[in-house]
Every structure is written in C-alpha cells, then in structure tokens.
C-alpha cells in the first residue's frame, strides 16, 4: 500500500490574530502551508498529499492552485506532482472533523496516513522519514515528541463563576520528567486511526490529538524522537520565531 499525508489546514488561527486564514499566512513570503506540503512531499515514503481547507470555495480553490503550484503540478485537481499526487477537500468546523474529511478522501490503495498540521511548517524531512518508517516497522500509531522546558501543574476544571486571570488553584504537579510534549506528524496504521476517529466521533467525544483516540480504543502508541524545528506557529511570537528558523536554513 501506498503512503499519504492528511494536512489539516482549516483553521482560522485566532491566536494568532486577525489576518488570512493561518494556513495562508506567510513565512519567507511563501504560505505555511505551502511549507508543510513542501516538507511531507519531500518523504520519500509520501506520495499522496491530502490538504483539508477551510471550506469557503475561495479558499478550497486557493489552496489548491496554491499546493499544485507548490508540487510542481498541473493546478487543477488531482494534479500530480514528481513523487506526490494531491488532492484538496474541503475542512469542518474543528481540528478533528477536518481530519476526518481528510481521511474519508483517501483512496482504497493507502494503508499507512501522517496527519500533519499546516501550522507546523518547518518540520524537518527526516522526522517525517522516522515517523514513517515507525509505522512501516509494525507500529499502529507513532508519535514525534520532546521532553519539556517547563514544569506542568495540574489545576481544577474551571467553575462558571471564574474569571478570566482570576488565581487558579493547583491540584497536583505531575513529575516533569515523566512528561512529552507532542508534535506532527502523527503517523497511523489507516485502519485503526479510521476506527478510532470514527468511534469518538459516535460517542460524540473530542479530542486535541489524533493519537489521543487511538488510545481511547486501547491500542498501543509509541513517541520517537520530535524536533525543535517542528513547533506549532500559534502565537504572533510564533512567527518570529518561524521567520528567523527558516532566515537560518535559507542563509
Ligand atoms: N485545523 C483544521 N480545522 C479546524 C481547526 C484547526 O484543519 N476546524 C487545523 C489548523 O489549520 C492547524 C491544525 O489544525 O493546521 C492545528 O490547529 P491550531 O494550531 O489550533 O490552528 P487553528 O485552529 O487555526 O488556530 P486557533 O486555535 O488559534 O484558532
Ligand atoms: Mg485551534
């Protein structure tokens, strides 16, 4: 079976502030996005790219003359690309839905999937490569992630009647070094993350992750090695940071 990457991109980014949809913000004058199809496209284990846009057909059709353009492409759907074939659908109304649209696209042919976010544009090839090759070696679900900088503390689910800013009182802080901050892509086993989206869907639960689900089911899910270089763009401080990463790489 063939491998694809499902690139969630229909998020409006109001951490970031007001502007483009966050997928169409620019770095180096070149949309995030258009980053990380550059950077699942240049797997070797990659030759399907699935980008969910935020679903206004303006956009659908922007992002799709955006990414063919990106892949060397003919612009048009389906528009193949040395290496990688793309197809553009458009997104929901949360991060999990517009994972799950991506996913219903995917042709019968493709047994292993990467999600990756648009908004982490700057993920190095070969942690792509080791997520990837993780799921090949038998892994149902493979997670890059680093150690954190910061200690973590645990407060109580928020009553109606805080504040915001008002003083939170700490229930617990879980031991650091037992702690993993998690990046993308995440890589998946088809099967079980199709399963396991569509039993959270049922149950009308959410989550944050897609990893998060398939541990939901009780299936096994491994953390390697995630980068620095793969941080998500959220924040405006986030940006300056993208811009100075890439100034390096490009300098
Ligand atoms: N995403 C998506 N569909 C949504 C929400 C998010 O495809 N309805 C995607 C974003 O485009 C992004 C990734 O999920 O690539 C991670 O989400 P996040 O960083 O939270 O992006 P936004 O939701 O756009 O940002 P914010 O939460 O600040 O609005
Ligand atoms: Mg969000």
Do not use: N, W, Y
Not at 7 to 19: D, E, H, K, Q, S
Not at 166 to 174: C, D, G, L, S, Y
Not at 215 to 228: A, S
């Amino acid at each position: 079976g063939r491998t694809a990457a499902v690139i969630p991109a229909a998020g409006r980014g109001v951490r970031l502030g007001p502007g483009a949809p966050k997928a169409l913000r620019t770095l180096g004058g070149v949309p995030m996005l258009v980053h990380a199809v550059r950077a699942m496209a240049r797997a070797r284990a990659v030759s399907l790219v699935v980008v969910v846009a935020p679903p206004e057909e303006e956009a659908v059709a922007e992002v799709r003359a955006l990414c063919a353009q990106a892949l060397g492409g003919a612009g048009t759907a389906g528009g193949t690309a040395p290496g990688a074939e793309l197809l553009v659908v458009p997104g929901g109304g949360t991060r999990q839905e517009s994972v799950a649209r991506g996913l219903a696209a995917l042709p019968a042919d493709v047994d292993v999937v990467l999600v990756h976010d648009a908004a982490r544009p700057l993920v190095p090839v070969a942690t792509v490569d080791a997520v990837a090759a993780a799921v090949r070696a038998g892994a149902p679900a493979v997670v890059p992630a680093l150690p954190l900088a910061d200690t973590v503390k645990q407060i109580a689910p928020r009553t109606g009647a805080q504040e915001d800013g008002a003083p939170e009182p700490v229930v617990a802080t879980p031991e650091r070094a037992l702690l993993r901050a998690v990046q993308t892509p995440q890589g998946f086993d088809r099967a079980v993350l199709a399963a396991a989206h569509e039993k959270i869907a049922l149950a009308g639960e959410g989550a944050t992750d897609d990893a998060g689900m398939v541990e939901r089911l009780g299936l096994p899910v491994v953390l390697v090695p995630g980068h620095e270089e793969a941080f998500k763009v959220t924040r405006p401080l986030d940006l300056v940071l993208a811009e100075a990463v890439l100034a390096r790489r490009e300098g």
